[in-house]
């Protein structure tokens, strides 16, 4: 990478030819407006300036009085702001820029590293009229940024991006987004998928990718942990809708790792694909490993004998066996056969499993977790006398059940996701978890130096062990260390970092240990926790349209059957709690899947004739029965008193 400190003689050389050329844009401006010079005149003069990328950072150099906000690779950004706002009353100069714009496109160099080259494409970023208006040098802007290389390069990029003003950091990846969009309908049908690939969609996926780096740069460096824009806005609607095959995409990443493909930059896609990714990608991984030398044989599964009565030991005797000899059969299809009990694993035994394990390893007779009675959230028990094992089951579990599309019904906060990711924690995220202790802490680091003196705080925290009161140490020496004005943040980060990390890590490690055993970072790389949080544990989304159009009905209900009709009716008119109810009810969770309830295997089963039976249900098939009902009022009054009886994991 070039030098970016001239030599004295340069420097003097450099502030000559910088005072001339801000003279001819200024005289230039001028003349224009006092209607001295036509617009073809001062056109040509002002767009000659700009072909050139040394002259873009002496055109516009920073002062003492500049912000930081408005500080970028050496350029003022408030003067920038100015020049577009002078180029854009007149069409003749505006045209002429525009001109200038692509010959400065190509007088960047092929691979970026310097200062001013990064200066170029950051002033070309702030002209919003070419930015909206103008997809042929979009695109050309967006080429040259995804020729951005090097680790330094790269986040050097991201970190002026990520200080940039959140309206014009959400306006230039809006267009860039639309840009994409038209590009993919516009190749719709000219040899489909590779059309697009080739095209300059790659590019400006690149060109997001470092806007979407600046945006998680961003969340974890501001105080409030907030992005500049929601994750969502990179799913492009163009990608998602028109122009992503996904199982070509997948082959595409796994045999020609050097090509472009949508896959590898997940970013732009909706959660929905992103699973759809990872179930591709794990099919894949079944049917490589199920070789023989006859060649390949059909995907075979990982097949767990399980005893009811020991649930938990038997799985972590199996699992652990087989995460240790084979860690690839993990990702196999789960069966799970009952000991003593017939019949053939189609997923009704596998959910029922799932459930089981996690009811046994919740429970608190285990003390394996915390329960916070106000925000209704587990978490990691510091003082849990269980083995490692059992907390690398729960990992292996839920990854599993993402594996296996099974949804779990766990209460864990966000953070969980966020540590399993590898993001950092803070305060906020104890905010969600114990939000009296967070508020305390808060109160702490707003406090004045008489407040700290009058509380008489050290640095130690103190916890409860088997009911003993017990004192954990900050820092070195913390129980005779003072929280005085000058250390109270320090003592704030500790004790959120105790909370959080250092006080459950030989918990949570065992636990994302399991966990990643199963799970390819590949396919994880561009989830939020929030997307993560989704695939294991469903949504609250409750479109019961949705789930009415994909029902299917069995032992002689059809979607025309009087019954059935009285209770569609009857479902639609609960509220959205009682909607929860029926959801768990019926399937042994009020969590949805990701897709939406559309994605559910429901069915609904005759139970006989008219009864006094209440409904009831198969939790662990999504079966609900229903006997064949004489009268609306009545299916109304006996479904609605089963909702208010159901409890635990489901009828049975």
Known sequence: METDEPSAATSSLEDARAAELRQTLSSNFEQLEQNKIDGMTAATAISELLTSVDNISLLFPLSESTPPALSAFGIDLALVRNFFVRVNKNADVRRAVNGSFLDLMKNLEIKIGSTRQFAALRFVLEDSALIEYEPELLYALCRRISHITGEENTERFVAVLAKGEDEWFRSVVDAIQQAMTLEILNHEGEQGYVAIRE????????????????????????????????????????????????????????????????????????????????????????????????????????????????????????????????????????????????????????????????????????????????????????????????????????????????????????????????????????????????????????????????????????????????????????????????????????????????????????FKKGFMNVMRETTMKYLRPYELATLICGTKEYDFTALEESTRYDGGFSADHQVIKWFWKAANSLTAEEKKKLLFFSTGTDRVPVGGLGKLQFIIAKQGADSERLPTAHTCFNVLLLPEYSSEEKLNTLLRKALSHAEGFGMY
């Open 199 to 510: 095209s300059c969609i790659k590019h400006m996926t690149l060109a997001l990718l470092f806007f979407y780096n600046a945006n998680v740069l961003a969340e974890r460096e501001n105080e409030n942990g907030q992005p500049k824009i929601p994750f969502e806005v990179f799913a492009n609607d163009g990608v998602n809708q028109h122009a992503f095959d996904v199982r070509n995409d997948v082959r595409t990443w796994k045999t020609m790792p050097d090509h472009f493909c949508f896959s590898k930059y997940s970013f732009v896609l909706t959660l929905v694909h992103k699973e759809t990714i990872l179930n591709i990608d794990c099919g894949i991984q079944r049917f490589q490993n199920s070789r023989s030398m006859l060649g390949f044989l059909p995907p075979d599964n990982l097949v767990l004998n399980i005893n009811r009565h020991s649930v938990i030991r038997d799985a972590i005797t199996l699992l652990g066996s087989v995460s240790q000899d084979d860690p690839e059969r993990l990702r196999k299809q789960l069966k799970i056969k009952f000991i003593g009990e017939e019949g053939i694993d189609e997923g009704g035994v596998q959910k029922e499993f799932f459930q089981l394990a996690i009811r046994d390893l919740f429970d608190p007779k285990y003390g394996m977790f915390t329960y916070n009675e106000d925000t209704r959230l587990h978490w990691f028990n510091p003082a849990s006398l269980e083995t490692p094992s059992e907390f690398t089951l729960l990992g292996v579990l839920l990854a599993l059940a993402i594996y296996n599309s099974v949804i779990l019904d766990l209460h864990f906060p966000m953070l969980v996701y966020k540590k399993l990711l590898g993001e950092p924690t803070r305060l906020q995220d104890l905010a969600e978890l114990d939000p009296s202790l967070a508020h305390s802490l808060r109160s702490i680091a707003a406090a004045d130096k008489d407040t700290l003196e009058a509380m008489e705080l050290t640095f130690t925290v103190p916890y409860e062990y088997f009911g003993e009161a017990r004192e954990h140490e900050l820092i070195p020496d913390g129980a005779k260390t003072a929280v005085t004005i000058d250390n109270k943040d320090q003592y704030v980060e500790r004790y959120v970092d105790y909370v959080l990390n250092s006080s459950v890590k030989t918990q949570f490690d065992a």
